[in-house]
């Protein structure tokens, strides 16, 4: 169904593809010739934005695939074809690719504007184009070259008695094998190449495919390419023009978390789509939260339809070859759905400061110095997943965030603490346990042992930190954290020690009356301080421990501390 | 005679033919898979097996996983020259043509499957259905096979459990998608066998698989 979707994007109208055998370039040079083929100058199609010189983009007929060999386009080309420039010190292979050039033009000289350069080609005089002012950037770039006859103001390639032809030679099928489409169920001779994709990240400049058999292995029936997986001509043009186009870079169709691209689009949830993206790149605007945004606009907007899919599709590169890592195609309702529940079940004491976060700022607290470079792409396949789905969060998730806040010194952060409280209220839910679901904020109800043992742990703290007015350089939380969350009969044997010594210091007489309470309140609901904790219950200890730290920053009116690093914002 | 049997995996994956080096199943099982299972159960040359309806049971789960394959086969010309001379090397090392490729497959697939069989022109005159129906029967009861039988690859084997009749039946997944054009089967009478498609709609979890013969398989 991915390539069908494709080509369904492809056709329905709502962007403007290139038609069928033809695809945008930009093209920064034409050679301008007048109608008996005489060089009358270069033009300059780049415009310039900001720093950067951009190219102008013409429709041309479509590439052909560039392999070691020589085969050249119809009327475009980078300057190695068009002029017979030598780059690579090799005059043979030049000459081969000029008069390959030449060669790809002589169906169509029955147009003047085609004969005309096909003049212009074969007495070229490269003396007249070299006194040319953009000549050395030409020579020096071996960029894209066409054509372009004086006073037209189109290309040669874009005339209408050129196109008529090329549409026809473009119908023109020698091979006798028919097979059916695997796409559109049309008897029709396959492709043996399907047209490259390109601009995938990681994979090969030049293109790769996600349709190719390169090795004796994938084939069957000693089957010949493309006849492997019989793909119409059309198909294969629509599906692979319609990824290329999203794959465009900085467009709102893709997302790109570390060597995996996830690309969306929808043909009707147009506001969706086009706020799909702030919820999972990081914004870069401090200003404003860019998800808050987007979530208002993706929530306010009426414009699905019930038939229509949002399509949702994650490629990983493999050199030559792409790989499908995720594939959903969901109704654009259930997926709002499952965004606000997403949103819901992150929701943390610490939203209105810090707003809603984007799944790359999540999934950043689970990295070695929040670098996302340390981020696991198979994590954020699984975590994107439940995201859409609304399912239940890997197990990995978990891991990864104790592990975490365990090496950073019990670090809970509002991150962490909202990835965690996802974890486990999407985890009751799935289980049937809807009565035990975590709070956003402390909830003095909440009896399991790992969140008051988590608060307990916090209230340790805070004495701490009450009785030593002065800076610490190493608190409880930065010593005792990993072993309280995970062993913490051991520990917080020690702890009742320590707490004894400081409420001796604290100067407030009322203070020590509060702790000796609180403290007793907590230890009647735990009882006995077990020996292990679960790592279920180690999420609890977490969630507990951010609560009740949050609890303490707004009932005491002092200004709440930003836990939140600034370098996690890098 | 409709047989019915419910077969369920840990992972599956029935690989589309467009993306079979890095391979993505298809949504559910295919007609052409299905046939194998029963196959493994019982075939012979004197009979043919037509799958007639399919019930997907569990809710469509993927998972992307990444495996070892190799990207050669045994060169069949040094096979013909080895059984002329008599002597030659057959053997592929799996280690020096190891390829690291991804897959999209199923997880936790169950499908209850409904087919028939027919005879086809190799059966002789001591031949009728009713031989052959008993002894499928007989088989599945005691859980006989040929061979493992499998969800789309090898390395995926299939539970298996005939359905008597009159046996209560678990209820399909409620989901109705469109699930587009389909590999049924390969046309084996073409030389070489060529592949044949239909347009697969699950209704209500049920794909309604269309006789061979029908204009619905194209190819």
Redesign the interface.
């Known amino acids: ?4 979707s494709l080509c369904q994007f492809y056709r329905s109208g709502c962007i403007e593809f290139a038609p069928f055998g033809f695809e945008e370039k930009p093209v920064p040079f034409l050679i301008v010739i007048n109608d008996a083929g005489e060089f009358v100058s270069i033009e300059d199609t780049r415009q310039t934005v900001g720093k950067r010189k951009i190219s102008q983009t013409f429709q041309v007929p479509q590439a052909v695939k560039k392999t070691s060999g020589i085969s050249a386009n119809l009327l475009w080309d980078v300057a190695e074809y068009v002029l017979g420039l030598d780059f690579k010190e090799n005059p043979e292979k030049t000459h081969k690719q000029f008069s390959a050039f030449r060669t790809r033009l002589e169906p169509f000289c029955e147009d003047d504007e085609v004969q005309a350069v096909h003049c212009f080609l074969a007495g070229l005089n490269l003396l007249c184009l070299q006194k040319n002012e953009h000549w050395q950037e030409i020579v020096d770039t071996n960029c894209l070259l066409s054509f372009k006859l004086e006073g037209r103001d189109h290309l040669v390639c874009q005339s209408g008695t050129f196109l008529d032809l090329y549409r026809q030679s473009l119908e023109n099928h020698s091979e006798s094998t028919f ?7 049309d ?1 029709t001779t396959p492709v043996l190449l399907h047209p490259a994709i390109k601009k995938l990240p990681g994979a090969q400049s030049s293109g790769a495919n ?9 084939t069957s ?3 010949k390419q493309g006849h ?4 119409s001509q059309h198909a294969a043009f629509e599906y692979t023009t319609a990824l290329n186009y999203l794959l465009q870079p900085d467009n709102e169709h893709s997302i790109q978390v570390g060597n995996r691209t996830f690309l969306f689009w929808s043909e009707t949830a147009k506001s969706l789509q086009s706020v799909f993206k702030s919820f999972f790149v990081e914004s870069t605007d401090s200003e404003t939260n860019a998800v808050d945004e987007a979530y208002d606009i993706a929530f306010q907007s009426q414009d699905c339809c019930a038939e229509d899919r949002f399509n949702v599709l994650g490629l ?1 590169p ?1 050199n030559a ?7 959903h195609r969901i109704r654009p309702d259930e997926l709002l759905n499952n965004l606000s529940i997403w949103f819901e079940d992150l929701a943390m004491k610490g939203l209105e400061k810090f707003g809603r976060s984007s799944l790359e700022r999540l999934l950043r607290c689970t990295c070695l110095q929040f670098k996302t470079k340390y981020l696991s792409d ?1 994590l954020t ?1 699984n975590v994107l ?1 439940s995201m859409l789905k609304g399912s239940r969060l890997p197990h990995s998730l978990m891991v990864a965030v104790l592990n975490r806040i365990r090496a950073d010194e019990g670090k809970v952060s509002y991150t962490r603490a909202s990835l965690l409280k996802a974890f486990i209220n999407r985890k009751y839910r799935h289980e049937g346990k809807n009565n035990m679901q975590l709070t956003t904020a402390l909830d003095e109800e909440n009896n399991q042992t790992g969140y008051v043992l988590g608060r307990l742990f916090s209230v340790f703290e805070r004495l701490q930190e009450e009785a030593h007015r002065s800076n610490l350089s190493t608190t409880i939380s930065s010593r005792y954290f990993g072993g309280a969350s995970i062993r913490p009969q051991s520990v917080f044997n020690t702890l009742f020690k320590l707490h004894i010594h400081h409420l001796r210091k604290l100067q407030n007489p009322g203070r020590v009356v509060n702790f000796r309470q609180m403290i007793g309140d907590l230890m009647q609901k735990i009882g006995n301080i077990p020996s292990h904790l679960s790592s279920e219950q180690q999420c609890l200890f977490a969630v507990g421990y951010y609560h009740q730290r949050q609890a303490f920053y707004s009932s005491n009116k002092e200004p709440e501390i930003d836990d939140e690093d600034d370098h996690e914002f890098e | 005679m409709t047989f019915c049997i419910e077969v369920s995996g840990e992972f599956a994956c029935f690989t ?7 391979r ?1 199943s298809y ?1 559910v099982i295919t007609p052409s898979a299905a046939r194998n299972i029963y196959q493994a159960i019982l075939w012979k040359p004197q009979m043919a097996w037509h799958i007639d309806r399919i019930e997907v049971l569990n809710p469509i789960r ?1 998972m ?1 996983i990444r495996r070892n ?5 045994v060169s069949a010309e040094n096979v013909r020259r080895a059984m002329r001379r008599g002597q030659g090397r057959l053997q592929m090392f799996v280690e020096d ?1 190891r390829q ?3 897959s ?1 497959v199923l997880r936790d697939v169950s499908y209850r499957i409904h087919a028939h069989f027919s005879l086809t022109e190799k059966a002789g005159s001591t031949d009728n259905a009713e031989k052959y129906l008993g002894m499928f029967l007989r088989r599945a009861r005691k859980g006989q096979v040929f061979k493992q039988p499998y969800l789309g690859c090898r390395e995926f084997a299939a539970d298996i459990e005939l359905i008597e009749p009159g046996h209560e039946l678990s209820s399909s997944i409620d989901e109705t998608r ?4 389909m ?1 049924y089967d ?1 046309d084996y009478s073409a030389n ?6 239909f ?1 697969a709609r699950m209704e209500g979890g049920v794909i309604n698989i269309p006789m061979a013969e029908s204009d619905e398989v ?2």
């Open positions: 169904m991915i390539l069908q097979l059916p489409c695997l796409v559109t169920g008897i996600i349709v190719s058999f390169n090795l004796p292995a994938f029936w000693s089957k492997n997986a019989p793909t990983a493999n070859r792409i790989s499908v890592c995720l594939w198979k396949v997943e | 589309r033919p467009e993306m079979r080096v890095e993505v949504d993927w992307s394959e190799v990207g050669s086969v043509e690291q490729r991804s999209l469109d699930l587009g054009w590999f390969f070489p066998p060529s592949p044949r498609f347009n194209q190819g």
